[in-house]
């Protein structure tokens, strides 16, 4: 199956971002502050600003290519938004049903089954080596998982 080259864009961006940016987001809270409150507002921030913002840059991008229709740049305008903000939004679920250490864990295989997901798909379509996108984006998200655990750590030692 391959998609319409907009929607494309939205999800593919939209996914990534919203995966690495909420994990990062909700990683980073929880270990400078420990609170449920705290990481369900930081959730619910990015699914909305972090999802308008992306939502321009993708529309500006697509602009500044001059390779597109209005209806191409306002449909990957448009999904980019729909898709960071729906999965931003999936990781309010175990925040909100479990203990916040174990949802954070939840969280974090959630984020990696999706990118994992998405990348064999991308790796089937293009014909590439499932293993080494899937790896490649994986360790992206293990450094941003693990940098934001350790500033989030050393902000609550240093500034509680």
């Not at 199956?1 to 990062?24: E, N, R």
């Not at 507002?41 to 308008?52: E, R, V």
């Not at 864990?105 to 999706?114: E, P």
């Amino acid at each position: 199956m391959k998609l319409d080259h907009s929607i494309g864009v939205g999800l593919s961006f939209g996914l990534a971002s919203g995966v690495i940016t909420t994990l990062g987001l909700l990683v980073g809270l929880n270990a400078g502050t420990h609170s449920r409150l705290v990481v369900i507002g930081g959730i619910l921030t990015i699914a909305i600003a972090d999802a308008f913002s992306d939502a321009l840059g993708i529309h500006m991008s697509e602009e500044s290519e001059n390779q597109h229709t209005e209806k191409e740049i306002w449909t990957s305008t448009l999904s980019t938004f729909f898709f960071k903000f729906i999965f931003a939004l999936t990781f309010l679920v175990p925040v909100l049903l479990l203990e916040l250490d174990t949802a954070v864990m939840v969280s974090i295989v959630w984020g990696l089954f999706l990118l994992a997901v998405y990348s064999y798909y991308l790796a089937r379509r293009e014909k590439i080596n499932p293993l080494h996108a899937i790896g490649e984006h994986l360790l992206i998200a293990v450094v941003v998982i693990l940098a934001t655990n350790f500033i989030g750590s050393w902000i609550a030692a240093t500034f509680s």
